[in-house]
Structures are given as C-alpha cells and as structure tokens.
C-alpha cells in the first residue's frame, strides 16, 4: 500500500513538441484514429462519436480542449479511450492524441505544481509538471478538464440537472 501512494503509473502522450499524460488506471485501451461519427452542434473540440465495443463514445481533440490548433491526423495519431470519473459518474471520453508513448511511474515528489509562467494554456486543468532529460510532462487533471465548461460532453450521456 505505501508504494501507491509514493508512485503512480502514467500514460505519457504528445500534443505537438507537448508531452502531457494521464493516470494508467483511466485508460481502457489505446486504438487507432478512426474518423468518427460526426454530432452536429457539438463544441468545436468534440470531433463526433466512435463506436468502441459496441458503445458510443465521444472523441475530444485535446488540442482544441487546451487551446492549441486542431491536430493534424498521422500514422501515428492515436484515441485514448479513457473512463474519467468526474462528479457521482464515471464519463467515457476518446482523447486525439498525435501519439502515444508508454507507461512510466512518477513519484509523488516528482510532482511540482503548474507554474504561473510560460504554459499556454489554463493552469488550473494542470494537476502537475514532472521534470524529464527531454523536458516536461504534463499530467492532466482531467476531471476539472471535463467538468467545468465541458458540460455540453456531461449532457450527452445524461441531460443536464439544474443544481
């Protein structure tokens, strides 16, 4: 038990030059781009619907969803199928990713907090910054990512509550 709390596993994946992961335990598999079905009047991030095993899943460019350009497909551009729990659910997103790399473990105490300075996009989806040889990663923290302004993908699986 003492060694999850000192160490987590990532998946580590580029956008651009950007290095950015996730938690291992949200991934549920790692697929090739497939164009997806499209939603009409979906935010410009949300690119449409995959079917994965037999469930629709909407697919994010994470690029638009940090404000960075729309990515750009390649051979090697990849779909996390991801189940993010956000609030009392647990959401299926497919995250655009223009590649995948691998699963690495990062200390607790690797982890620095987001700096105010010199990141392009909002800080505060940002759950950490770890210090690599070739630079950065960024962990993400997903469940404010989604939550927050991300209502219009919270509604497609259930309709929205009035709080």
Avoid at 30 to 48: M, Q, T, V
């Amino acid at each position: 038990m003492a060694s999850s709390s000192s160490e987590a596993q990532f998946v580590t994946f580029s956008l651009g030059e950007e290095i950015f992961a996730v938690p291992v335990e949200v991934v549920r598999e790692i697929l090739d781009h497939e164009e997806p079905f499209k939603i009409p009047h979906g935010p410009d991030y949300l690119l449409g619907l995959r079917d994965v095993r037999g469930h629709g899943v909407p697919v994010i460019d994470l690029r638009l969803r940090l404000g960075m350009t729309g990515t750009e497909k390649t051979p090697h551009t990849r779909i996390l199928v991801l189940d993010v729990p956000v609030a009392d659910r647990v959401l299926a997103l497919g995250l655009v990713a223009d590649r995948v790399y691998e699963v690495v473990p990062f200390n607790r105490s690797q982890v620095e907090t987001a700096p105010d300075i010199g990141v392009r996009w909002r800080s505060d989806y940002i759950a950490g910054v770890v210090r690599r040889e070739s630079g950065f990663v960024v962990i993400i923290d997903l469940a404010r990512l989604f939550s927050d302004s991300g209502s219009a993908l919270v509604s497609l699986e259930t309709p929205a509550r009035v709080a």
